[in-house]
């Protein structure tokens, strides 16, 4: 800083502090300059000594004919978010909880919480001396469930505390069964992997097609749905209502479960949005003017509110949805099938019926078969338990794996009495279905 700067002056300048029996050279925006005594840095005076306040480092500038300039320092803004490896963990096995600072001066330490409560040994941990700066700790969790993750930065000499948002940690147990289900609009049901075969309506007479399908928490059972929103339960899943007897204004294109499987929602070609069971409605879009018709919905992990999805990629975010984006004003060159949610609701997917994805918050893009031939149009997806891959199914019965997705078998090259409209994965304690009505 040059001499001859008065007080009040708005400066620029690198200054070194001093702290903890070392010091680091760090740019600062100073706003006040005082001058004890009242005269400039190169004027006579007695020099003075004035307190820090909390925080706000006390710096001296280098002497200039014994006079000593005092500089009101404001400390950093530093930033700090949570992120986990693996994204989606599993119980018995390990997750590290990584907290990200930016930007700061190596110093400080970091601490988290889970549910509010401080997690043992990740407590006053030390940041990292290089850039990035990040603290990392080790966890492992004994039951499936989510927990909210929160780091809190103590701050330092030249940076402010600072507290992470909410991080939804998705433990899946150990033993989740693997596999897909199939349905096909005569209400055909075919299994693979470790999903269980408990029923269909094959074969028998139907009002209206099949249009989607949901599954229990258990995975020992499914729902079936119906154009007129007629419901057909097996395995262990209840029945809770239906609007089969009840006039439409539009049909209803698919249907998603609570998280207990203690109720489940159907949701119509228009917007509207029928609960049943502890399935509370959260709003819809019946009754207001679409561009495009709804084709699919998926529910948040709390149950607390859900996604629907127009055919031109449009999205409707409901209760503690958020909205992370959408395909919405964007020229297509298919229509837009299905949603899919992540695991901890941060994000979702959408695949349109050429085989294309789009992938919005914390869900990533693994892959797609946009720009590829297809025998038949895509239909649907599923999220694998991890959230890093998915599948999606054809109306033919063909399965495309990406990401982390293993192929357990397809109806590809088989004769079908009816066109598949969707697909369902085993649970693995959160929600992750992705219902559509199929080809229409």
Known sequence: MGRGVLAGMAVAATVTLAACGGS?????????????????????????????????????SSQSVNQIIVLEVHPAITTITVSSDPVVGVVGSPVTLVATLAPIYPSGTVSFTDGGIPIPNCQNLPVSQVAPYVVDCTVTYAAAGTHVIVAAYTGSYSTLPATSAPYDLVITASNTPRGYWLVASDGGVFAFGDAGFYGSMGGRPLNQPVVGMAV????????LVAA??????????????????IKLNQPIVGMAATADGKGYWLVARDGGVFGFGDARFHGSMGGTQLNQPMVGMAPTPTGKGYWLVAADGGIFAFGDAGFYGSMGGTVLNRPVVGIAAYANGKGYWMDASDGGVFSF???????????HPLNEPVVGMA???????????????????????????????????????????TRTGFPHTNQRPGKR
């Open 24 to 60: 680091s050279q760090v740019p600062v925006s100073i706003t006040s300059v005082s001058v004890p005594g009242g005269t400039s840095a190169g004027g006579a005076g007695p020099a003075a000594h004035t307190a820090p306040s909390p925080r706000v480092p006390h710096v001296s």
């Open 228 to 245: 007129d929103g007629g419901i057909f339960a097996f395995g262990d899943a209840g029945f809770y209502g239906s609007t089969g007897n």
């Open 216 to 223: 229990t928490p258990d995975s020992k059972g499914y729902w």
């Open 383 to 425: 999220p694998t338990p991890t959230g890093q891959g998915y599948w999606l199914d054809a109306s033919d019965g063909g399965i495309f794996t990406f990401g982390d997705a293993d192929f357990f078998g397809s109806m590809g090259g088989h004769p079908l009495n009816a066109p598949m409209v969707g697909m369902a994965t």
């Open 361 to 371: 918050g914390q869900a990533q893009f693994h892959g797609s078969m946009g720009g």
